[in-house]
């Protein structure tokens, strides 16, 4: 059983125009979910999909520095804490995004890889709206 996603991508967007996408609940909820958010450790946010068949997420602000994020994920109705991390790299007016969900295996045997299976597609998801909002909305790039 795998433990660990992980997802990486250049955008063609400053590091700060990215890092706010990531970071700023007006952003995230405009790509990606509702988002109750601040990036500053010890915040406990949630996140609410209105997606038919999804739950909300909660957790706790870990890590906010620049550039990197790092919050625990937990699926309501469950009791199985996670990790997701957040890094950014600037590259020549470029940005490196490198994302990272870790403990997935603390789900229950029977569960972790279905949970893991539903995370690993959505993570994809995520990446590929948050390149969609920096091109479309934030014409960044």
Known sequence: ???VIQKEKVFNHSIDKVWNAISKAE?????FIQADFKAEVGYEYTFTS???GCVP???TV???DPYTLVYTWVVQDTDTETTVKWELQE??????LYLEHSGIANYPAESAVEMFESFN???DNCVSLLAGYLTEEVHAG
């Open 50 to 52: 209105k997606e038919e």
């Open 62 to 64: 870990k890590q906010a």
């Open 57 to 59: 997420i909660t957790g």
């Open 91 to 96: 590259l020549e007016g470029k940005t490196k």
């Open 1 to 3: 059983m795998k433990n």
């Open 121 to 123: 597609g959505g993570w």
């Open 27 to 31: 952003e995230i909820s405009s790509w």
